[in-house]
């Protein structure tokens, strides 16, 4: 017996042993994934410094000259202060909390099969509607958008106005720089054209055209991405939810008229539409756990769901009623076939 219970003590030290190893390899795992984060805000920190010292030592201060020097000056003042406000929201994105589950909230939910259905066995939480668990950050996102890598965080609740505060003015600088540089990037065109190709002329020129188009293709990609997540907003969905075709007739209910979807982002107060402050008065409408139902949406939902189980009850009669008829002239061929002439 005493050999037995020996056994039995070195096999549940082993399990143990394996289930604290797979722990520390998932706390490894999560760890890296992080780490990966800080990665992507250091190359758009890299980025950042070369377009900005493209666009300041190599495009508009060389042009500098008695008529044209204030011209100058004025666009890089603006330009500074979009870096300036554009900067401002990223790292308010990055660190601000996109929002999670308070402790015991999902006690107050009343229908069983809800609880079944939006337990995070993770998080050890029910999760209300709209949020999900995110594996990289490991918890449950209110309103979760998605994880963004460059910015190192998840957007969701909380935060997702300062995200779309930082797609607004990183929209704003691009073209801003595009418009602006257009006519300086021709100058340094034409003037390695007339003049001595020297290695200076090629370094410079180098700096000039590939900074130039890379501000360009990124423009293009921005335009989109931030017409989506505006497009987002007005309809009261996030990017999970848009990507989710199996979902969204559960999720339409969730939209409102256009004013309303946009407050529920961006708060009542109009002035922190624009400024990026974590404040009561520019908080999101809501709390992120209960959202404001379309009733109308739900009935015309209900309705089609309805009419849909009509055509689908009405389908199946007729089947049956079909294979009854086939079984009936079946059997009426049999029986005349067992008839003698």
């Not at 890598?149 to 073209?175: A, E, H, T």
């Not at 497009?231 to 007739?249: A, C, F, G, P, R």
């Not at 059997?331 to 005349?336: A, D, Q, R, V």
Request: aromatic share 18%; net charge neutral.
């Amino acid at each position: 017996m005493e050999g037995g219970d020996e056994v039995q003590d070195n096999l549940n030290t082993n399990i143990n042993n394996i289930n604290q190893n797979n722990q520390n390899q998932e706390q490894v795992k999560k760890k890296q994934k992080r780490y990966h984060g800080k990665y992507f805000v250091i190359i758009v920190m890299i980025v950042l410094i070369i377009e900005y010292y493209s666009y300041t030592f190599h495009i508009l201060l060389p042009n500098i000259n008695n008529q044209k020097s204030n011209e100058i000056y004025l666009f890089l003042l603006i330009f500074n202060l979009l870096v300036a406000m554009m900067l401002w929201a990223y790292f308010i994105t990055m660190n601000t909390h996109p929002g999670e589950i308070p402790l015991y909230w999902g006690f107050y939910i009343g229908d069983d099969d809800y609880k079944r259905k939006r337990y995070c066995l993770i998080c050890n939480a029910f999760k209300p509607e709209r949020s999900h668990h995110c594996s990289i950050c490991n918890v449950c996102i209110l309103n979760m958008d998605h994880h963004c890598p460059w910015v190192d965080n998840c957007i969701g609740f909380y935060n997702r106005k300062f995200f779309m505060q930082l797609l607004f003015y990183l929209s704003i600088l691009l073209y801003y720089v595009d418009f602006t540089s257009v006519y300086y990037v021709y100058l340094t065109g034409t003037d390695i054209y007339y003049n001595k190709f020297t290695y200076t002329h090629k370094f410079h020129a180098f700096i000039v055209f590939s900074s130039f188009l890379f501000v360009v293709i990124f423009t293009i990609v921005i335009t989109f991405f931030f017409k989506f997540h505006i497009q987002l907003v007005l309809n009261n969905s996030t990017t999970i939810e848009n990507l989710d075709k199996d979902n969204q007739n559960d999720t339409i209910k969730f939209r409102l008229n256009y004013y309303e979807n946009w407050v529920q982002v961006f708060g009542f107060n109009k002035f922190y539409w624009f400024i990026p402050i974590f404040c009561e008065a520019g908080r999101p409408d809501g709390d992120g756990l209960m959202w404001k139902i379309n009733q109308n949406a739900v009935m015309e939902q209900n309705a089609r769901n309805n009419n849909n189980n009509d055509r689908s009850n009405i389908n199946d009669n007729d089947r049956s009623n079909q294979n009854l008829r086939a079984n009936e002239m079946e059997n009426y061929g049999s029986n005349n076939a067992m008839v003698p002439n």
